[in-house]
């Protein structure tokens, strides 16, 4: 149930910080999130049996948000000053329409407002959610193929703004757009064992910390060696993480 609870916050944060007349597709933003809360909703069928038999199910409740968490290694491909004050870490699914929609929106301002200002050191970790999205861990070896070749981040942007139309053969049209050697960057990603482990370590520590739904954050003060954070759950809108980013800073947490 966890995986649905996480699933409505986005859901409710999407629908909240969409202004109407910016909507692209909205029809079609909905349905695909109908499509992504029906597909969990058969997961979890499958997992406990249906939703519904017998007892009536339990009422939903909100995931939790602000959990302290130490994240044990703050290493990785770094977006911003790596002395920033302030560090966050999304786990993020790339075939998720809810990293999407947070990486329209309100990424877009904190890349602006902290990011390129030099406040925030952002890093990103693989949490691919394959039962419900089949391309999200071919988009996670693709970016870091990408990133072989030094255009990581603009692999990953790539794949999060189309990641609602993913295909087999898409990644590799990303590599030509990206003036990738696509020779290298196709035997890259058609290897299965390159970044195995990196992904299936990502994978561990969102476990570890608690963190089992996309997207997750942890914020906290930088360091260079264990952080300690905290968890910020959902594509909430700018304003929250702007908040909270401000409390960490004062607090020195």
Same mark, same amino acid.
């Given at each position: 149930?966890? %995986? +649905?609870?996480? *699933?409505?916050?986005?859901?409710?944060?999407?629908?909240?910080?969409?202004?109407?007349?910016? /909507? =692209?597709?909205?029809?079609?933003?909905?349905?695909?999130?109908?499509?992504?809360? !029906?597909?969990?909703?058969?997961?979890?069928?499958? +997992?406990?049996?249906?939703?519904?038999?017998?007892?009536?199910?339990?009422?939903?409740?909100?995931?939790?948000?602000?959990?302290?968490?130490? #994240?044990?290694?703050?290493?990785?491909?770094?977006?911003?000053?790596?002395?920033?004050? +302030?560090?966050?870490?999304?786990?993020?699914?790339?075939?998720? $329409?809810?990293?999407? /929609?947070?990486? #329209?929106?309100?990424?877009?301002?904190?890349?602006?407002?902290?990011?390129?200002?030099?406040?925030?050191?952002? +890093?990103?970790?693989?949490?691919?959610?394959?039962?419900?999205?089949?391309?999200?861990?071919?988009?996670?070896?693709?970016?870091?193929?990408?990133?072989? =070749?030094?255009?990581?981040?603009?692999?990953?942007?790539? %794949?999060?703004?189309?990641?609602?139309?993913?295909?087999? &053969?898409?990644?590799?049209?990303?590599? =030509?757009?990206?003036?990738?050697?696509?020779?290298?960057?196709?035997?890259?990603?058609?290897? $299965?064992?390159?970044? =195995?482990?990196?992904?299936?370590?990502?994978?561990?520590?969102?476990?570890? *910390?608690?963190?089992?739904?996309?997207?997750?954050?942890?914020?906290?003060?930088?360091?260079?060696?264990?952080?300690?954070? %905290? !968890?910020? #759950?959902?594509? /909430?809108?700018? *304003?929250?993480? &702007? *908040? !909270?980013?401000?409390?960490?800073?004062?607090?020195?947490?």
């Amino acid at each position: 149930m966890r %995986i +649905l609870r996480f *699933a409505i916050t986005s859901v409710i944060a999407i629908l909240s910080v969409v202004p109407l007349g910016a /909507q =692209q597709s909205l029809q079609q933003q909905n349905e695909q999130i109908l499509n992504e809360l !029906k597909a969990i909703r058969q997961l979890l069928e499958r +997992l406990a049996g249906p939703i519904g038999a017998g007892a009536a199910a339990p009422v939903p409740t909100l995931a939790p948000v602000n959990d302290k968490v130490t #994240i044990g290694s703050v290493t990785g491909v770094v977006l911003g000053k790596p002395d920033a004050p +302030l560090t966050m870490i999304e786990y993020t699914d790339l075939q998720c $329409p809810f990293c999407r /929609q947070f990486h #329209i929106t309100a990424f877009e301002q904190l890349k602006k407002e902290y990011i390129d200002t030099g406040k925030l050191r952002y +890093l990103t970790r693989d949490l691919p959610i394959e039962s419900i999205h089949p391309y999200a861990m071919t988009a996670a070896k693709a970016t870091r193929c990408a990133g072989d =070749q030094n255009k990581f981040w603009e692999m990953r942007h790539s %794949i999060l703004l189309n990641n609602a139309k993913l295909t087999t &053969d898409a990644f590799a049209t990303f590599a =030509q757009d990206l003036k990738l050697n696509t020779g290298a960057f196709n035997k890259c990603v058609a290897d $299965p064992s390159k970044f =195995q482990a990196e992904i299936a370590k990502d994978m561990a520590e969102a476990t570890a *910390a608690g963190l089992s739904a996309t997207p997750s954050f942890v914020i906290g003060k930088t360091t260079t060696g264990a952080m300690d954070g %905290i !968890k910020f #759950i959902g594509a /909430q809108p700018f *304003a929250a993480f &702007d *908040a !909270k980013l401000k409390e960490i800073a004062a607090k020195g947490q």
